[in-house]
């Protein structure tokens, strides 16, 4: 579980985004919004990797801003469009994110198997298309025992098998870890594979229910 009290996200003098209260369960939550109207701020936010104010804190009550490392840690976070230094390889990346996330050889096997990355796991990013980096990005985000999985649009260039088994594994991270789900999507996210416990949008600088 997720709590978030008082947040508030401005650049200078100009607000972005404010959120007095909201809290996040396992499961999934759908985050709407136009270009622009602030959900990757938001999420970046959460992730720790844009500065913000407020508390945003886990049930156990791991902090971002008075426990950084072990929030960090909790939390992995899929951009929409993965851009990756070109001369890194997957292999890289799973190694380095991999020990940070403290993720087993197991399973970091596991998820480049899934995804199918073992083709181009040696090749370096610079070489991949937007779509193979996509589920680098993905799996990367499913690394070592998350309590809090953002995806922001994980649904573009994605193949309908792509779209399947990130679906699937998504169910199964919720049945058996109990892990909180925030997706970002323009494309549908609910069906028999998935179901979306709440929807929110991001509208006038704050988060609402729909």
Partial sequence: MLVVQ???KSYGDLLVL?????QFLPGVYWIKGENGSGKTTFF???AGLHPCEGSIRF???VDLHQHPVPYRRKVNYSEAEPQFPGFLTPKDLFLFIGKA???STAQQQ??????GIAPYYEKPCETHS????????LALAFLGSPQLIILDEPLITLDESARNILLTLMNER???DEVTFLVSSHQALESDLLLVRETYAIQNKTLIRL
């Avoid at 404010?18 to 909201?22: E, F, G, K, N, S």
């Avoid at 937007?130 to 990005?137: A, C």
């Fill in 101 to 103: 996330k403290h993720a």
């Fill in 110 to 115: 596991s998820l480049i198997n899934t995804f």
């Fill in 18 to 22: 404010a959120l007095p209260h909201a």
């Fill in 44 to 46: 970046k936010a959460l």
């Fill in 6 to 8: 008082n947040f508030s």
């Fill in 174 to 176: 919720i049945t058996k």
């Fill in 130 to 137: 937007s779509g193979m980096l996509k589920k680098v990005s």
């Fill in 59 to 61: 049930g156990d009550g």
